[in-house]
C-alpha cells in the first residue's frame, strides 16, 4: 500500500462499500422502525392541523360576524406559525437523536476521529481569524476532529447571521454557510497571514489594523485572492510559488464557492462558504438503508481530505 | 479675486496635492526596499551563525575536505564584513559564490553516512533548511520591492517627482538562477 492520495482515496472508498454492509447498514435497519414512528407522528400532526387551522378561520370569521369580536389576522398568522412548528417537531426530534448516533458509527470508519454536535469555532476564533463576515448569530452544527496522514484537523459546520433592524421587526440574514476546516501547518511561524478572495474594486477599502497588503509575484494567484499579513518575509516564506499554486488549484476544486484562509498559530483555517447544509447522512421520509445519503457525507469527508493532499501539509 | 484667478488656485492646489501623493508613494516605497534589504541581512545572518555549527560537526567526519570548509568560512567571514543594504552588489556575488560552496558540501555530506545520519546533524540540516526558506521569502520581497521602486522611479509621471528629490534605483535583483536555482535545498541530500 502506498501513500499516494488517489491510492489512499481509493482504499478508503473500497474499505467504506464493506463497512456500509458489515457496520452501517444492519445499525440503520435497526433505526428504521424509530424513523418510521416518527414519520407516522408527523402524518398524524398534519392531519390534525388540517382540522384546527380550518376550523379557527371559521371560528375568527362568526365570532366577527355574529358576536361583533375584533380578532384581527394577526392571531391567526401566530396560530398557523404555532401549528407549523408542531407540525416540525417529530422531523426535529428524530434529527437530533438519530443524527449523533450515526455519525458516531459512521465518524468510526475513519481512524482517531470523534464526532460533536453543535459545537463550533469559538466567537473570538471566528472574529480574530478575519475570513468571516460579521455577524450578530453564531450557529454550529456539525464538528469533526481527528487526523489524516497525521495532520491534526477539525471541521466545524458553521452558519452565520446578522440581524437587521427594520421597522417591521428584526430580520435575519445569512451571511456565511459552510465549514470552517482548522489544519495544522507543516512550518513554524509566529505572525497571522490572510487570504482573502479578491473583491476588485472593494479591495481598496479593507484595512486591518494589525495587518499590511502583500502582493505576491503570482499572477493567477493574484487574480483570485488578496493578501494581508504582519510580515512581509513570513507571508512569503508561508505562500511559496508551489504553495500558492495549490491554493489556486484548491480554489477551483471548491469552484464557485468562496473560499478564504487565515494561517495564525502554526494553524490554517479555511473558510469554505458552500451554502448548503453538510453532513446530513439521515432521510425522514425515505429509507436511509440507501447508500445515497451517506455516501454523500463520505465525498464531502474526501473532499475535505483533498485539502491536507494538495497543499500538502503532511510533507514536513 | 476673479473666478479665474480662485480656478487657477484650485487647479494648482490639486497639482501640489497630486505631486505631494507621488512624493510620498515614493518614499514609503524606498522605505520598503529598506525593510526589505534588512530582512534579507537577516536572515542571512541567522545563516552565517549556523554554519559554524555545522562545519564543526562536519569536521569530525570530514577531515578530507579541509579545504572545502575553509572556503565556506573564508565565504562566510567576507560576508559579514559587508552590509547588505550598503553593498548588495557585493553581497548577492559572494552569497552566490558561498551557496555554490554549500551545494558542493552537502553533496559531499552524502558520502559520510555516519555524519549524514548523526542526530545533531540531522536537527542542524532541518533549521539549516528552514532558514535557506526565510532566505528566499526575503529575497522575494526584496526583489519585488526592487521592483515597485524601480517601476515608480522610471514610469511618468513619478519618475519626474524621483529625479526632483534624486531617488534613484541602484540596488540589484537577486536574479532567478541565483535566488532559485542555487537556493539549497538539503532534504534532497537525506533522501
Partial sequence: MTNEPEDIYFNLRNGFENYWLTTLRPFLKTKEDFRKKYVSRFWLLVLISLFILPCAVIGVYLLDRYFSQDINAGFLYMLFVVVIFIIQTPYRTYKKKIKNDVMENFISYFNDFKYEQGKGLSVDEIADSYIFPRADIYDADDCFCGFHQGVPLRVCEQILKKVYHTKHGNREKTVFQGIAIELKMNKNFNGKIVVLKDAGFFNHFKKFKDLERITLEDPSFEGLFEVYGTNQVEARFLLTPVFMERIVKLKTLYKGKSIQFSFYDNKVLIAVDTRQNMFEPCSFFKTNLNKAKIDNVFEQFLTIFSIIDILRLSQK | ?191
Wanted: hydrophobic residues 45%.
Fill in chain 2, 1 to 191: 479675486m476673479s473666478l479665474s484667478q480662485i480656478l487657477q488656485i484650485a487647479i494648482l492646489v490639486v497639482v501640489l496635492l497630486y505631486l505631494y501623493t507621488l512624493y510620498v508613494a515614493l518614499i514609503k516605497k524606498r522605505n520598503k526596499l529598506k525593510e526589505a534589504s534588512s530582512d534579507v541581512d537577516v536572515q542571512l545572518k541567522k545563516r552565517y551563525d549556523l554554519i559554524p555549527n555545522i562545519l564543526n560537526m562536519a569536521a569530525k567526519f570530514m577531515a578530507h575536505e579541509r579545504d572545502l570548509l575553509t572556503q565556506i568560512v573564508d565565504l562566510r567571514n567576507e560576508a559579514l564584513k559587508q552590509d547588505f543594504t550598503t553593498h548588495p552588489s557585493e553581497r548577492i556575488e559572494i552569497e552566490k559564490n558561498l551557496n555554490s560552496k554549500l551545494k558542493d558540501f552537502w553533496v559531499n555530506v552524502e558520502n559520510y553516512p555516519d555524519l549524514k545520519s548523526n542526530q545533531t546533524m540531522v536537527q542542524a540540516m532541518q533549521t539549516f533548511n528552514e532558514t535557506e526558506e526565510h532566505i528566499a521569502a526575503a529575497r522575494r520581497f526584496y526583489n519585488a520591492a526592487v521592483t515597485d521602486l524601480k517601476n515608480a522611479v522610471e514610469i511618468f509621471p513619478s519618475s519626474f517627482v524621483a529625479r526632483i528629490i534624486g531617488i534613484k534605483t541602484e540596488m540589484p535583483f537577486f536574479k532567478a538562477d541565483e535566488a532559485q536555482k542555487e537556493r539549497i535545498d538539503v532534504k534532497e541530500f537525506f533522501k
